[in-house]
């Protein structure tokens, strides 16, 4: 699990947290705390003995008192108890109707884990690093997701699960606890996605469409945290299109990655991030933390992305990147785009390579790019994931600013060299 952190020391916020706390219930008590002065109150009228049947203890007739039973001569009056009863069997049934809409809640989360638990695959591997001339050996947990590609069962799974290990010390354990060793494996290190190919019957999971998922939508996490196998956390997406990621030691170039509060943890790494119908939307990579724990900010490579990464591999040996032939500009702010386009984003193109796609369309230096293949461009970062997974030789719209201006041009792109 790739994981990045701030300059916080975690002991220190634990410290700061618990002050925090301890001085906050200090003040509580404090502001209701009372001095001696409040003490000295005038005593109130003293109390008097009084017999059941004195004048000053009966109820007016005038005033009779609300929610209790008249006893003037009806000689049927319902009980007190039984009122209580009543209306403590009236709270039950609301209760229960409330309960039975959460209770469908979780009724869903708990088949979409029963029915996704058989694909998701437990992956140990064991990796030998140099450190200082001495080789140090040491075990990775992960996990993966059965999918099927080209009629053959593949685990999708995260590159850094696997990367330093050979196929023969990488285990894959089943949910019904079979073991098995992959025959092969490849690995894309511009998306950190690999996939490992078993030969044995494990079902696939069902794949979904990450560009039908929002933000706010409910989803579930499965994966091997601090490798607990197969285990499952609940939460929602909190966000799309994050990029610029800090991920480890590895430079992951090609990022467009979902954020989670489903609770992710090291281990969680390859595993699936699925929606409430069991489909898998995104495939569980990083967090942001402090403590090396979730804290509620994890990253999930989008499905379409990973699956397009996996044919690649699985059809090549490796991802044929598109490329368009310029370069661009990382330091084209939202607030030159405004003042360029009218638009807060875009790519803004500082050179454009003779011979290149974008020299065949017509493209020139100065141009923003504005949507690509329909898409809104919203920087650089962006605009280099959407042509790096465009299917190569397919032509493709683009919609550019120059000058002020807007206009409709075409081109195909070719693979990167």
Not at 130 to 154: H, L, M, Q, Y
Not at 277 to 298: D, F, K, L, Q
Request: charged share 20%; net charge neutral; proline share 5%.
């Amino acid at each position: 699990m790739f994981g990045f952190s701030t300059s916080f020391n975690c002991r220190a916020i634990r410290r700061c947290v618990l002050l925090s706390i301890a001085a906050s219930s200090v003040s509580i008590i404090g502001t209701v705390s009372l001095d001696s002065k409040s003490w000295a109150q005038t005593p109130g009228t003293p109390y008097r003995a009084m017999r059941i049947g004195d004048d000053s203890l009966a109820i007016s007739s005038q005033t009779p008192a609300v929610g209790l039973p008249d006893l003037r001569g009806t000689g049927s009056a319902e009980p007190l108890a039984s009122t209580f009863d009543q209306d403590r069997e009236r709270l039950y049934s609301e209760l229960a109707d409330d309960f039975a809409m959460v209770d469908r809640m979780g009724s869903l989360v708990r088949r979409v884990a029963q029915l996704v638990k058989p694909s998701v695959i437990h992956i140990e591997a064991r990796k030998t690093e140099k450190n200082r001339g001495r080789t140090e050996s040491f075990d990775e947990a992960g996990a993966g997701v059965v999918i099927t590609i080209g009629r053959e069962n593949w685990v999708l799974t995260n590159r850094h699960v696997i990367s330093g290990a050979s196929p023969d010390e990488i285990m894959l354990r089943t949910t019904d606890g079979r073991e098995l060793r992959p025959s092969k494996v490849l690995a894309d290190p511009s998306t950190d996605v690999a996939v490992l190919k078993v030969d044995s019957s494990v079902p696939a999971a069902r794949i979904g469409n990450s560009q039908s998922v929002d933000i706010g939508d409910f989803v579930v996490a499965i994966g091997s945290p601090f490798g607990l196998s197969h285990s499952v956390t609940f939460g929602i997406l909190s966000a799309k299109g994050r990029r610029d990621l800090t991920l480890g030691t590895e430079r992951i170039e090609m990022q467009d990655f979902f954020q989670t509060d489903a609770a992710i943890n090291p281990g969680n790494s390859g595993g699936p991030l699925l929606n409430l119908r069991g489909e898998v939307v995104a495939v569980n990579t990083a967090i942001a933390s402090s403590s090396g724990g979730s804290e509620g900010i994890g990253f999930a490579i989008p499905i379409d992305m990973a699956i397009r990464v996996a044919e690649e591999l699985v059809s090549h040996g490796k991802l044929r990147r598109a490329y368009l032939g310029v370069t661009l500009d990382p330091n084209f702010t939202a607030d030159a785009a405004l003042r360029g386009s009218g638009f807060p984003g875009g790519a803004l193109v500082k050179e454009v390579r003779d011979g290149s796609p974008a020299a065949l369309a017509n493209l020139l230096r100065g141009d923003i790019i504005l949507e690509f293949n329909g898409t809104s461009v919203e920087n650089d970062d962006h605009l280099v994931t959407r042509v790096g997974l465009t299917p190569l030789g397919q032509e493709v719209p683009l919609i550019i600013s120059r000058a002020g201006r807007r206009y409709r041009t075409n081109i195909t792109v070719i693979p990167l060299q």
